[in-house]
């Protein structure tokens, strides 16, 4: 919680309860709940069927059975407070100040994904000896994303916790590893990996050209 050690000395209790109170900024349209939900597990779905009419076969099904998978993303939201009170709390919108919501929105995907790289050296995780770079390239088109649903739902932490959650708990529906693992900082990487990367950033790309304008226009102001 390193936003939370910092926000105080720089703006006091009223800039602690506005950030703190984007976590219960719950009153935005449902349709913003089911993109947060929805968004990444759609392009997972599209690209396993781009997959499977390319080379007329299935790729790999997780074992994960689906019924468990909501409350995974139930219980999981709350726990990714400790993120994203950093990420999309303190860091976006500070950042998107003084360079645009597009920038920032990048910049932050691969600090965000930085942030992760330990996890490629450790033994037993599904990012072990797998691709950080194609890794990068997802995760930085997914931040895009939640950048343009936090400036849509002003400034909303809860449904960027919420995507954040949807994230981590539907990515192993269609696993995407290489078994065995490649090289950490090559290019080698799955079909579906590259796929979804490609989708990712189409939608990324549309997300941008929505974001473009004044740096400060896109910031939402905070709620004390």
């Known amino acids: 919680m390193v936003a939370l050690s910092l926000v105080p000395g720089i703006e006091g209790e009223p800039g602690v309860r506005a950030l703190l109170g984007r976590i219960f900024q719950w009153e935005v349209g449902a349709r913003w709940y089911l993109f947060a939900v929805g968004y990444t597990l759609s392009i997972k779905l599209f690209v396993t069927l781009v997959y499977r009419l390319a080379t007329g076969?299935?790729?790999?099904?997780?074992?994960?059975?689906?019924?468990?998978?909501?409350?995974?993303?139930?219980?999981?939201?709350?726990?990714?407070s400790g993120e994203e009170v950093g990420w999309r709390g303190?860091?976006?919108?500070?950042?998107?100040?003084?360079?645009?919501?597009?920038?920032?929105?990048?910049?932050?995907?691969?600090?965000?994904?930085?942030?992760?790289?330990?996890?490629?050296?450790?033994?037993?995780?599904?990012?072990?000896?797998?691709?950080?770079?194609?890794?990068?390239?997802?995760?930085t088109a997914i931040s895009v994303a939640m950048a343009w649903l936090w400036e849509r739902?002003?400034?909303?932490?809860?449904?960027?916790?919420?995507m954040h959650a949807a994230v981590n708990n539907t990515q192993d529906i269609i696993p995407s590893a290489v078994p065995g693992g490649t090289k950490t900082f090559g290019f080698s990487a799955s079909a579906l990996s590259w796929l979804a990367a490609a989708v990712l950033w189409i939608f990324a790309a549309y997300f941008l050209v929505q974001m473009r304008g004044n740096p400060r226009q896109h910031v939402p102001l905070p709620r004390s």
């Open 57 to 80: 076969a299935w790729p790999r099904f997780g074992t994960l059975p689906l019924y468990i998978i909501p409350f995974a993303i139930l219980i999981s939201t709350p726990v990714q």
């Open 90 to 139: 303190y860091a976006l919108p500070r950042m998107a100040w003084r360079l645009g919501l597009g920038w920032a929105s990048i910049i932050l995907g691969i600090i965000w994904a930085t942030w992760h790289l330990p996890l490629f050296f450790l033994p037993g995780t599904d990012t072990y000896h797998q691709s950080f770079i194609v890794y990068t390239i997802q995760v």
């Open 153 to 162: 739902t002003g400034g909303s932490l809860l449904l960027s916790m919420l």
